[in-house]
């Protein structure tokens, strides 16, 4: 039986492998072993191409292996920690996705403490060549994703750079895929001259301060940990408009 593309079950992730370098599953059971890994379930599967992984007693479906078709690339924006001629275009994509039992439960924090650190397992699978988060339409290098997901998974601030996206522009910093967890994205302001190191540095802060507390619906100012006070504003119901005090 082929693991379907449901409603509720587009791919948190997808790996990203080269023309004919997908791996088998008999590559991820190899992952699989020791205290952080997670059992592989259904192994008779494995000759469709996917995998169904178990970890703290959540089920992921893992599809898109050899010898199984390959999956499409989802859309990419943002690129981090690769070559500035890398292309996702060319690359052959398996996907990693929440159980059926976890539909609708994909942007809860267990749920994606459990993910991450089943993908910092798969990042060791010979020929990755980069990760994609989808929510966030961001790839990344396989060691980017390992570092700033287990530093998040010791006990330190969530990965910003990684399980969201944060693009600059002339007027500030906005973030991408924070909706995905809160249900809204920010803009910091910078004010003339564009945004500098100490806006990037309130950024990641931000994101991490929201991501712990939830949505803001009314106007207030926040503390944030090493970079000082910001004022937030809710525009709407999914964007906040963000000053640095």
């Given at each position: 039986m082929v693991i379907e593309r449901a409603a509720g079950r587009e791919p948190l992730a997808a790996l990203l492998f080269g023309e004919e370098g997908r791996p088998a599953v008999d590559a991820v059971a190899g992952l699989a072993v020791g205290p952080e890994g997670f059992e592989l379930l259904n192994p008779a599967q494995a000759v469709h191409g996917n995998a169904e992984l178990l970890r703290d007693g959540l089920t992921f479906d893992l599809t898109g292996l050899?010898?199984?078709?390959?999956?499409?690339v989802p859309p990419v924006i943002h690129r981090v920690a690769l070559p500035s001629d890398f292309s996702c275009d060319a690359l052959d994509a398996a996907w990693f996705m929440v159980g059926p039992h976890l539909a609708?439960?994909?942007?809860?924090?267990?749920?994606?403490?459990v993910a991450a650190a089943i993908l910092r397992h798969l990042t060791c699978l010979t020929g990755l060549q980069a990760v994609v988060w989808r929510p966030a339409r961001i790839a990344m290098s396989p060691a980017w994703f390992a570092e700033a997901v287990g530093v998040w998974l010791a006990g330190g601030p969530f990965p910003a750079l990684a399980l969201?996206?944060?693009?600059r522009s002339q007027n500030g910093i906005e973030s991408e895929g924070l909706a995905f967890l809160t249900g809204q994205e920010f803009i910091l302001h910078a004010g003339a001259g564009g945004p500098s190191r100490e806006h990037s540095r309130i950024a990641v802060r931000l994101t991490d301060w929201l991501v712990a507390h939830g949505p803001v619906d009314s106007p207030r100012e926040v503390v944030l940990s090493g970079v000082g006070a910001v004022w937030i504003e809710p525009e709407g119901q999914n964007r906040l408009n963000v000053l640095p005090r």
């Open positions: 050899a010898p199984g078709p390959n999956c499409p609708g439960a994909e942007s809860l924090l267990p749920v994606l403490r969201t996206a944060l693009a």
